[in-house]
């Protein structure tokens, strides 16, 4: 018999601490011996030259989420997580959607049907609380939380999901009283809608005028407001999907005054600028996600962000529409205007690669702060840390063994999700990840799925370690 089910030998290991050389074992889906020369396995995966590194956790994304209006999103759980995989993740955190006048309970239990059976990265569900009703405050939110359903998102933008302030308050105040964590869209719903009125009415109606109806400004107050109510609450904030420098700045003022204040930011706040979304006749629709893509500046900003540890989390924000499907984001229901393009743009596949090479080969970041930002923070701020986020021993065997010098052109081919583009097209990109193994499985090899769908699984997870 042999001493593990699986050695990956040879690999140069990183964690968001350290690096070092040496084999992986393997048993049952866990890591149970790092060491020299470890023995027999049924199993050896060959990783020299390789980087060995802790699975990606992509701690916001979302998944065959209600759009709405003839939108559908172009994955399901099945593709979302295969693309994920083929990308070095292995666990993904989608949002559970209340829709208004739903009982929180059903749309979990919606949720899951959609999940079960489907995955091949382990999963779990944020909340998103559009309808705080008495009954969603005082019984089903505090229930789930007990359940693991342990964070939430609310929304001050976006009809149908906006939250008051008063909700807002009123949703901390259960996040306090259960020690769950909130996340926030920040930007204000009333300036979004006056200049988006006034754009039309101009006649300003491509997809470039989506930037100019969501200037920083919206951002950056809405930050404010969001970390005064949670400051005033007394609850840790995460502000997802950071897209410039204002927004940055309130996120270390608050740091700065001891505020648990966290913040996230994604690939196209890095890579895309608002003069992608002036390609010709709809191109630019391919682009249009919330916040949108800024300037050079605010990139840069985004960087330091992360650099600087304003940022704790980089997610993808994937939220995937096919392009030329009138399900999609061309003219959908024939109407042309920016406003009803739907927002956001697929990323999960394409996230670590994206960031290794922007930041990692390109000497922006090192390797210990890819793999926080990228895997070990989210694992610790959504209550994964006891199974997930690092190699070491007794943690799951989540792991993807990274060529660190292949360069390649990424492809949409390349990434296998059920969208028809990526808006990271033809990027000249550094390192790859050749193999994903969840729980000790390979579920990806060199662009290809190797396990059935369904190994993933659904995670219950602990309270945030952020609260
Ligand atoms: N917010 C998200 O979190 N994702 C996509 C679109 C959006 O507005
Ligand atoms: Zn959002
Ligand atoms: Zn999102």
Known sequence: MSDFDTIIRGGRISTAADTFHCDIGIRDGRIVALGEKLGSADEVIDAEGHWVLPGGIDSHVHISQPSGDGIVMADDFESATRSAALGGNTTVLPFCMQEKGVSLREAVKAYHAKADGECYTDVSFHLIISDPTEQV?????????????????????????????????????????????????????????????????????????????????????????AIS?????????????????????????????????????????????????????????????????????????????????????????????????????????????????????????????????????????????????????????????????????????????????????????????GSDYTPYEGMKLTGWPVTTLVRGKVVARNGRIEAPKGHGTYLKRDLSGYV
């Open 137 to 225: 405050l005082g019984q089903e939110l505090p229930a789930l939380v007990d359940d693991g359903y342990t964070s939430f998102k609310v929304f001050m933008t976006y009809e149908g999901l906006a939250l008051s302030d008063l909700e807002m308050l009123k949703v901390m105040a259960v996040a306090r009283e259960k020690r769950a964590l909130v996340m926030v869209h920040a930007e204000n719903y009333d300036v979004i809608r006056f200049l988006t009125d006034q754009l039309e009415q101009a006649g300003k109606t491509a997809p470039r005028f989506h930037a100019t109806s969501r200037p920083v400004i919206a951002e950056r107050e809405a930050t404010y407001r």
């Open 229 to 417: 109510l949670a400051e005033l609450s007394d609850v840790p904030l995460v502000v997802v999907h950071v897209s410039n420098r204002e927004a940055m700045e309130e996120i270390r003022r608050a740091q700065q005054k001891g505020l648990k204040i966290f913040g996230e930011t994604c690939p196209q706040y890095l890579t895309l600028t608002e003069n992608d979304l002036d390609g010709l006749n709809m191109e630019g629709a391919k682009y249009v996600c919330s916040p949108p893509p800024r300037d050079t500046d605010s990139q840069e900003a985004c960087w330091q962000g992360l650099q600087q540890n304003v940022f704790s989390v980089f997610s993808s924000d994937h939220c995937p529409f096919r392009y030329d499907d009138p399900q999609g984001k061309l003219t959908p229901k024939g109407r042309t205007s920016f406003r009803w393009v739907p927002n956001g743009i697929p990323g999960v596949g394409a996230r670590l690669p994206v960031l290794f090479s922007e930041g990692v080969r390109k000497g922006r970041i090192d390797i210990n702060t890819f793999v926080a930002v990228t895997a070990t923070n989210h694992a610790r701020a959504y209550g994964l840390s006891a199974r997930k986020g690092t190699i070491a021993v007794g943690m799951d065997a989540d792991v993807a063994i990274w060529n660190p010098d292949i360069e390649q052109t990424l492809t949409h081919a390349m990434l296998n999700d």
